[in-house]
């Protein structure tokens, strides 16, 4: 019995031994799978699709400044009266209920008294743009306002997906409908708001702006200003500054830089000109987003660590690089066509002298690169980023926009050459996501327009910041687009 029992626990001991020995080198495997799955990241994208919900729009309110401000006339810079600028862009805002605030708190109300104190100070912007005979644009004040409306949506917040990143298929219903004015944007309102009120108790803010009025910084820093006076400031914190006589061209104007956006392609037809980013989206299109996480960026930069010439190289440059080049790849382009990225490149901080903080007008020259199809799509990564940093940094120079303001005046206001070229704009700085009308600084806030690749970003669920980056392509471009970026951050 003494020998049997012993006998058993020799036999227990061994499987024991045996088991500790295939755990730990099933372990071992373990980690090395696992070392291995976090070297090869996965390119993270959203197909956007539409869904249905209802909004129920109250009827229309005009607002006007909550003080006497001056009827006068402002004029504008070259810039801003260029005619590629007369449209409206727009932009969308999401947040939660705030548990704190009770039920009574209209966020409609809150953003509608606060608007009313900012026009105050930015008054230029409740006035309507007037056409001089030559056909350049002037800004009567005469204090009309700027449209707001209310409306209520029968879902919650979390309906519209998760994360809330562009492209919004949905934002036709988020956004006040500016047609009820009429066509263009002489002699109409140049800010036109819809707040929408959820199920769940959260809100969404849209804006509408005319770009003649203001770029991207300029009307961040109005809608800052807004949510300032809704949390209580008696001011602004940033004054607002018009001095658009700072972008006139001179006289005689004299540009010293070609500005491609405005020279034709040779070759170019009419079947090659970007598709129009105006909605509603063509049925063929998809939506998709594509995000980049600190992760994706560190595995880009490995594409090209090899050039000795890049000591810096930023994550928009990166971005920008690999999606235009996935771009053309998926649009299969004759490999003998001249291809184009444009991007816009703030000169607010480049400018000498600098222009004055609280500027709000427009202050950005567009950065284009070129390169025959089959060369982009050739070459590894770091060609077509040579390309970006170089359009780049000459749109950095200190008096590139002085010459593009020369330019638009010596051809009479020509228009933008769009054809094959790929049009990207970066609004992660611009200060949208932090606009903060007392429920913090919400889940998303940016730039929404159907078919533009804007970049914008928000927060992970990790803290880090991720870039998102709206495409819209025919479906079987999108895969291959799809599929080109996932063999950028996988190898």
Known sequence: MLHSIIHKQRITKSSISQTLIIAFISFF????????????????SILRQKISFNVQRSKPVVIFPAKPTPHDI??????????????????VHFYHADPSKAYEVDPAHVIMAALAKALVYYYPITGRLKEQPEGKLVLDCTGEGAMFVEAEADVCLEYLGDPLTPPFPFTDQLHFDSMLMGPGVINQPLLYLQVTRFKCGGF?????????????????QF????????RGADQPNVLPVWDRHLLLARDPPAPTYIHLEYEPMEDATQEDFHILLKPPVPANLVQRSFLFGPKDISVLKEHVKSLESMSYVS????????????????LDYNPDYEIRVLFPVSSRGTMVPPLPTGFYGNAFARAVACSKSGKLCSNPLGYA??????????????DFLQSLADLTVLRGRPQMMDARTFLVTDV???GFQGVDFGWGGGMFGGKALPIATMYTSFRNNDGEEVVVVPMCLPELAMATFKAEMESLIQA
């Open 29 to 44: 495997l373990y980690l090395i799978s696992s070392s291995e799955t976090k070297q090869q990241p996965t390119m993270k």
């Open 74 to 91: 402002k004029f504008l810079s070259d810039i801003d009266n260029q005619t590629v600028l007369r449209y409206y862009t727009s932009g």
């Open 204 to 220: 969404t803010f849209a804006h509408k702006t005319c770009h003649v009025i203001a770029d991207a910084h300029g009307w961040a």
């Open 223 to 230: 809608l800052t200003a807004i949510g300032e006076f809704a």
């Open 315 to 330: 994550r928009f440059e990166l971005i920008t690089a690999a999606v235009w080049r996935s771009h053309t790849i998926a």
């Open 385 to 398: 980023l040579t390309l970006v940093k170089e359009a780049k940094e000459k749109a950095r120079a200190s």
């Open 428 to 430: 992660t700085r611009a």
